[in-house]
């Protein structure tokens, strides 16, 4: 089940309360269509960017792997995927939530369910960045 559909600004909000420091800023783990990223299609990447602005616009930093491990990661070899979905389970750990924008892909589904095993919340915003 994912937490009650709030728009960014008051999700963000919502994980400051009680915090000491005015300017803490919530790890969100940024779930985006990854094959088509990763396929090098820029019109993806850039979407995937934008999703990351907007987190870090409502006060969250965006931990977004798609746009980072392509970068020194081979990910049409099975080894270096498997290495990186490990990372990537790691990283979630280390989130207060998991944001997912669009219709969610089968690569979005596997991290959403390690988010619901792990008890990590689950927001769901359309491509168009609206909570539904």
């Known amino acids: ?42 019109a993806a990447r850039q979407e995937v960017r934008d999703y990351c602005r907007y987190v870090y616009q409502a006060g969250g930093i965006p931990i977004c792997p798609q746009l980072y491990f392509p970068q020194f990661i081979n990910l ?14 790691v990283l979630l750990t280390k989130c207060e939530e998991l944001w997912s924008f669009g219709v969610p892909t089968h690569d979005m589904n596997f991290f959403i369910k390690k988010a619901f095993e792990k008890d990590i919340p689950v927001r769901y915003y359309s491509s168009e960045m609206e909570a539904w």
């Open 76 to 89: 049409h070899h099975y080894h270096d995927f498997q290495v990186m979905n490990f990372i990537c389970i």
């Open 1 to 42: 089940m994912s937490e009650e559909s709030l728009e960014a600004p008051v999700a963000i909000q919502q994980l400051r309360a009680h915090r000491p420091n005015p300017n803490y800023r919530p790890l969100i783990f940024v779930a985006a269509p990854f094959t088509e990223v990763v396929k090098n299609k820029a």
